[in-house]
């Protein structure tokens, strides 16, 4: 609708102007019952301008008033994926920790191999969370 109402007005808008303009100065073929006519005329115009104006400053606020809506809505579906995504993570975690193949890498063969990996990585873990934070 504020499309449609910006074509009308910026085509229409300079004519009051110009009415005013030719009711200052009448040209002399023109008879006062027209005079005052054109006059009521070119208010009236004026008034349907000053409408169009205010009606497109309301569909603005409508259309900044939806769009905060949907910006909401989005927050809050992006709050819950980052909350199903922070639950999910530990268990994650583990069956990453639990399917790790440790076939050539360090520690292979000790006994206690994966323990010492898995409590390797949560150390790292946490000393990039701790450096992240600072």
């Known amino acids: 609708m504020r499309r449609l109402l910006a074509r009308p007005q910026r ?11 030719l ?12 005079e005052q006519e054109l006059r009521q005329a070119t208010e009236e115009f004026s008034v349907v301008l000053r409408d169009m104006a205010s009606l497109q400053e309301r569909i603005k ?11 909401e809505r ?3 579906s992006l709050f819950v994926l980052a909350v199903v995504t922070v639950l999910a ?9 639990l399917g790790m193949n ?3 890498l360090p520690l292979a063969q000790h006994p206690d191999g ?3 990996v898995a409590m390797f990585t949560v150390v790292t873990g946490w000393l990039a969370y701790r450096k992240m934070r600072e």
């Open 89 to 97: 993570l530990p268990i994650n975690i583990i069956a990453a920790l």
């Open 74 to 76: 989005n927050n809050r």
């Open 114 to 116: 994966f323990w010492i």
């Open 61 to 71: 606020r409508l259309q900044e008033e939806l769009g905060a809506q949907v910006n």
């Open 23 to 34: 009711l200052q100065h009448p040209p002399a073929w023109m008879a006062d019952v027209d």
């Open 11 to 21: 085509l229409l808008a300079p004519e009051p102007a110009a009415l005013f303009r």
């Open 102 to 104: 440790v076939g050539g």
